[in-house]
């Protein structure tokens, strides 16, 4: 059994320890945000926080999340900051196809926490581990300062 905080909750998991947390979120917590893109830690699709930082799910196996607090795309979407992030993303029509957009939000809610002014540059370099098919790219950096200006004191 491994215990985590997921989402705010205290859960348990009883897959093994070696299991990955990409299918443990998908299969035993039916949470469907989580995309499974390349298993390689590419492509960022299947991002989550893990602890304040933004990990790729593909890559953590279970038994290294004992104790830990994990926050994905659903439980995210509950806070203030997603509204704000939310809003800026339909304000450029930054969603295309949606497959990456779970991940680049929570992107975005790691860059905009740990500098809630960046540059673009920085915005680049904090989502350049989250591929978008769609080569959306300059609207999701747009997206994300437009939430910086429009989300201040969120972050």
């Known amino acids: ?30 949470l469907t945000g989580v995309k499974c893109g390349c298993k390689e830690g590419e492509c960022g699709a299947c991002s989550v926080i893990l ?34 992030l939310a809003k800026a993303y339909a304000a450029v029509s930054a969603v ?14 790691c860059i905009l926490a740990q500098n809630p002014n960046p540059t673009e540059a920085e915005i680049r370099e904090g989502i350049s581990g989250n591929l978008c098919r769609c080569t959306g790219y300059n609207a999701i950096v747009e997206a994300i300062g437009i939430a910086a200006n429009g989300g201040q004191g969120l972050w």
Not at 8 to 27: F, I, M, Y
Not at 62 to 76: K, N, W
Not at 96 to 109: H, R, T, Y
């Open 51 to 84: 602890d304040g930082r933004l990990v790729n799910s593909c890559l953590v196996a279970m038994g290294h999340i004992e104790g830990s607090t994990l926050v994905t795309i659903e439980g995210y979407r509950e806070t203030d900051r997603f509204a704000a």
């Open 1 to 30: 059994m491994i215990k985590f905080t997921l989402n705010g909750q205290e859960v348990t998991s009883l897959g093994k320890a070696n299991a990955r947390l990409l299918d443990v979120l998908r299969n035993e917590f039916s």
């Open 96 to 109: 295309q196809c949606g497959f990456c957009i779970p991940g680049m939000i929570l992107a975005s809610e």
